[in-house]
């Protein structure tokens, strides 16, 4: 997860102890099953961009190779130490040094939204990558998860749950606290984009879209208003994942 904002490296330990060595929930129950649909036998080389304590390592086929990058030093000394060498302190939105034209894949797992300035690190992502190499793009739905912009309403007329979106076409960086039930609360950001700024995004660092996924959750409710829960839980996805190609 990249953390060019102060707040990421002072929320370093917080956000290793939520996401664990192999994930949090969604992680664990939604998003890897499904990427792992992406994976093939072929041996490849990996670059997982804003990769915080690189629990991805973990996920990769045992032929396949990883390299992590990730502008939190304590989280990249976290990945060392859970046993991923090869992880490296890297600000993926300052133009990149390492050496280009090297991976077969570029994965953002729900770090491109963390990033204050997205195109350079799709830029970054374009120069990792060998020609017509993939590049693959998790984030949380930006259509309907806006923090602080979107949220559940209730319809008792029509007895229906409904999502309520305030701000989707405005790019917005957007205060999301560390710890807000403690004195010394820290801040974070989630740069929020709409489809269509990606989508330039992408064709400006030299990409096309392949394949478009939206993943929903898979928890079930129960009691009163379960039948109108489960129901939105299928119809608005959690997370949107995007299969691109270098160009």
Known sequence: MQKKNKGWEEGAKWYDQLVGDFGHYYHQEVIIPFLKTWFSSTPKKIVDLGCGQAFFATQIPENW?????????????????????????????????????????????????????????????HKLLKPKKELWIVLNHPCFRIPRQSGWGIDENKKIQFRKIELYLSENLIPIE???????????FHHHFSLSTLSRWLKESGFKILEIEELISNKSSTGAKASMENRCRKE????????????
């Open 65 to 125: 190779s990883y390299v992590g990058y990730d502008a939190s030093q304590s989280l990249v000394q976290a990945a060392k130490t859970k046993g991923v060498i090869s992880c490296y302190v890297q600000d993926l939105t300052s133009p990149i040094q390492k050496s280009a034209e090297e991976f077969d894949v570029a994965l953002f797992l729900l770090s491109l939204q963390d990033m204050e300035k997205p195109l350079i690190a799709l830029q970054n992502a």
């Open 236 to 247: 608005f996805p959690l997370f949107l994942c995007l299969k691109c190609e270098k160009n």
């Open 178 to 188: 560390i710890h807000p039930s403690k004195k010394e609360t820290k801040k974070v």
